[in-house]
């Protein structure tokens, strides 16, 4: 039997959230999205965070999805229970039209191998896999090599 899997291009899963966030539902407070604000503390007790500028605001749930610098993991009740390690490798990912694929002529055979798959390259030190999403319009691409061996 095979598994199911689904991949998210980020954009739309920060509209989903978005979405279901603004969805009203019978609710009295509508809630309002602030953009480019940079969060200096959080209270992870209370719920509240505080912003560069002062202001603060609290809700029922904080999600703290503010990557490996991340503002949420430097409270006191989540220290050390998630820390951040130096990894020896290192990751690039992007995302690309798949009909940059399509129209390459070194690239295409590689995209129309597996089509509808995860396709995963390796010579045992560096990885390279793509995918195809939003109904194949992109290609996500994830490469991951070890800086110790890169040279190679």
């Known amino acids: 039997?095979?598994?199911?899997?689904?991949?998210?291009?980020?954009?739309?899963?920060?509209?989903?959230?978005?979405?279901?966030?603004?969805?009203?539902?019978?609710?009295?407070?509508?809630?309002?999205?602030?953009?480019?604000?940079?969060?200096?503390?959080?209270?992870?007790?209370?719920?509240?965070?505080?912003?560069?500028?002062?202001?603060?605001?609290?809700?029922?749930?904080?999600?703290?999805?503010?990557?490996?610098?991340?503002?949420?993991?430097?409270?006191?009740?989540?220290?050390g229970t998630s820390a951040v390690r130096e990894s020896p490798f290192k990751i690039f990912r992007c995302m690309i039209p798949t009909k940059e694929f399509e129209e390459d002529e070194v690239l295409r055979p590689y995209l129309e191998q597996k089509r509808h798959s995860l396709t995963a390259y390796t010579d045992g030190i560096k990885i390279m896999t793509w995918w195809g999403c939003r109904g194949y319009a992109y290609t996500c691409v994830f490469a991951m090599a070890s800086y110790l061996t890169v040279s190679r």
């Open 1 to 79: 039997m095979q598994a199911r899997w689904v991949v998210l291009f980020r954009p739309d899963l920060h509209q989903e959230l978005q979405r279901l966030a603004f969805a009203i539902d019978g609710r009295t407070v509508v809630p309002k999205l602030k953009l480019s604000a940079r969060v200096v503390s959080v209270d992870i007790e209370s719920a509240t965070i505080t912003l560069e500028d002062g202001s603060s605001y609290a809700a029922d749930l904080v999600v703290g999805a503010d990557g490996e610098k991340s503002i949420v993991r430097t409270t006191e009740v989540l220290k």
